[in-house]
């Protein structure tokens, strides 16, 4: 059974940083791409990142780029998304998602393309 288990969210002021963690089990990491997304009220499910699992491939819309980074663990275990420089248009629902094949730049961003995704966490920017 797969899950995504995407944790990390919490309230902070704009200017600082949160990393979220996405614990993957039931599929590896090692033939699977992970993303990022975040939705925000009342919006459609946006990319942010994703990455492929030797993290010799890593995409990043232009929002974020520069301010996030993506990272999978030693383990494998789990996917990192280290969020600098928030703002309150950050402020959203981020989830993690899986793919089985490597991020296409082309293709990436679209929710379609993945089959598994988290429950998600909430981030808000606020001062």
């Known amino acids: 059974d797969v899950q995504l288990q995407a944790s990390g969210g919490g309230l902070v002021r704009p200017g600082e940083s949160l990393r979220l963690s996405c614990v993957v089990s039931?599929?590896?990491?090692?033939?699977?791409?992970i993303a990022w997304f975040y939705q925000a009220p009342g919006r459609e499910r946006v990319a942010v990142s994703v990455?492929?699992?030797?993290?010799?491939?890593?995409y990043y819309t232009d929002r974020v780029k520069g301010r996030f980074t993506i990272a999978v663990d030693d383990a494998k275990t789990s996917v990192y998304l280290t969020m600098n420089d928030l703002k309150p248009d950050d402020t959203a629902v981020y989830y993690c998602?899986?793919?089985?094949?490597?991020?296409?730049?082309?293709?990436?961003?679209?929710?379609?393309?993945?089959?598994?995704w988290g429950q998600g966490t909430v981030v808000t920017v606020s001062s």
């Open positions: 990455i492929r699992s030797d993290s010799t491939t890593a």
């Open positions: 039931g599929l590896s990491l090692d033939d699977h791409s």
């Open positions: 998602a899986a793919d089985p094949r490597p991020p296409n730049r082309f293709t990436w961003f679209f929710t379609s393309q993945y089959q598994n």
